[in-house]
């Protein structure tokens, strides 16, 4: 098993920044993926954007040139920046890591934008 924690989460104002972090409990080397997920209310989960074990970066259109994920293996983290936050960024973000036996998520943290 795993534990994910997540950290830095907020109330900003729009135009803000932020910077989320999530902690794995075991090594990361041999992921095959992370990465982050969010879900407003009364709306379904969506993706942010993930990063490959071997750095390939993905990101929904929505956050492109907005959002940066980057991971530290050092630190078994991976990381959201989030520049230019709107209010419709308000949402419960969650990380994933992905290995070959195992799918694990973070429990979640609010990001709120304020007009």
């Known amino acids: 098993q795993v534990q994910l924690v997540e950290s830095g989460g907020g109330l900003v104002q729009a135009g803000g920044s932020l910077r989320l972090s999530c902690a794995a409990s075991?090594?990361?080397?041999?992921?095959?993926?992370m990465g982050w997920y969010r879900q407003a209310p009364g709306k379904q989960r969506e993706l942010v954007a993930t990063?490959?074990?071997?750095?390939?970066?993905n990101y929904a259109d929505s956050m492109k040139g907005r959002f940066t994920i980057s991971r530290d293996n050092a630190k078994k983290s991976v990381y959201l920046q989030m520049n230019s936050l709107k209010p419709e960024d308000t949402a419960v973000y969650y990380c994933?890591?992905?290995?070959?036996?195992?799918?694990?998520w973070g429990q979640g943290t609010l990001v709120t934008v304020s007009s």
């Open positions: 994933n890591f992905n290995w070959n036996t195992l799918d694990a």
């Open positions: 075991r090594s990361i080397v041999s992921v095959n993926s």
């Open positions: 990063i490959t074990g071997r750095g390939s970066t």
